[in-house]
């Protein structure tokens, strides 16, 4: 253990924690999370949720609509959910959005998390000492309160990443259409078009397998499709990354015309870019605007220079989400008792960003900043990594319990069985959403019927 965090252990054991005011920004999973490991840190936590209800993207009625309706999480409960709190069994594993919006609803009630409902956080900006002073809005006006401490778990489904398609400007027409897939709902509108939909991850794989019962013929560009490769009986046509759109309507790959129909619509399936309106990029110290990416946070959590900011959700495609928001949030709880605010020194946190920084600007993929296995680590090695990386605080969670390495084993495992069943082709079935996972917990034990 490195010296500096054995000294800080040492304090926090003999009882000079810091508790810190923390401004908790967003009532989601991320969030309600965060709030409850401040909580049991001896912080107090005030959440700020612009909807009516904890959830976010999952609540009941959300102010992001980017839930469309017909989905089902593309993970088993089993390894969404908080070793703390099961999903009720009488839901199959695969749940729907609204499941998934009770379930934090539940959590926060079980840890006793609560928010200022209604709340627009405006305007969050540094004071002198580490802290900030917090602008937000609500029915009754603007309030601005001074904070020891933030942290930013509103998402990221807020701003789309919006490429443009080679040939789009000459395909474009009165009658033709793009769209981004967080305006996406029902197939409906779709019948009898035939559909190009941009983006081979879980919202493209989802609606390319809807609009198949609907539309006349789909086509699917992504980074995993190398070759043409058209199923006629499926009406559709599998298109590698540098396709473009010509005015005659067709597709093509150089000079080779993808098989199918003209397209009438776009979809772009392409994800997001970090928002977060309420920080100034000069004023914090920060690159994100229109980005891929989020500098520079130290353990992808906790600004390297300014260390009472922390972000808890930052990461995109997180096999097991709400563990890792827990890992993190205990982290930052046990990093914000301290009286400096961070567990490492300054020196090592701008060195560990900077070596993420080099190696994806040797791939020139910034959106493989956050991911856990750009260095070849995983996140199951993450988890891990902050759980050791911060003192242990009193066992309050599973996470600080003589079986935290077993439980994670054991959702590791269920995870590699879902992704072992998972389609190879965006097309192929869903089957594996029909499976159903029942677990032994206190054995790691568990078993599978598809």
Known sequence: MHKSLLMMAAALAEGLRVSRRVAVVGGGSAGVAAARFLKQAGHKPNVFETGASFGGVWAERPTNNVVYKNLRTNLPKQVMQSPDLDFPSSLPSYVDGRALGAYISTYAEKFGVEATFGARVLEVTPLADDRWQVKYET???????????????????????????????????????????LHYNVPEPYEGKSVLI??????GVDISRELQNVADWT?????????????????VTHVPVGAALNADGHLYVDSTK?????????????????????????????EFEGRRSCRPLYLHLQHAERPTLGFVGIQLAVPCPIPTFEAQSRYLGEAWATSEGALTPLGERQSWVAQRLSTIEASGREQDLHYTTAEGS???????????????????????????????????????????????????????????????WERGTWDVAC
């Open 139 to 181: 029915q009754q006006g603007c309030v601005e309160d001074d904070y020891d401490a933030v942290v930013v778990c509103n998402g990221h489904y807020e701003a789309p990443y919006i490429p443009e398609i080679p040939g789009q400007d000459e395909w474009l027409n009165g009658d033709r259409s793009i769209i981004h897939s």
């Open 198 to 203: 941009v983006g081979g991850r879980s919202s």
């Open 219 to 235: 086509y699917i560009i992504e980074k995993k499709c190398s070759d043409l490769v058209s199923d006629s009986q499926k009406r």
């Open 258 to 286: 993808a098989p199918g129909p003209p397209v009438d619509s776009v979809i772009l399936a392409t994800g997001y870019v970090y928002a977060f309106p309420f920080l100034q990029e000069d004023e914090v110290g920060m």
């Open 378 to 440: 995983s996140a199951w090695a993450y988890i891990r990594e902050l759980v050791d990386a911060a003192p242990s605080p009193p066992k309050t969670s599973w996470l600080d319990s003589d079986d935290f390495d077993a439980r994670l084993s054991t959702v590791e495992s269920i995870y590699r069985d879902r992704g072992a069943r998972y389609p190879t082709k965006p097309w192929h079935d869903d089957a594996y959403r029909r499976c159903e996972y029942s677990v032994d």
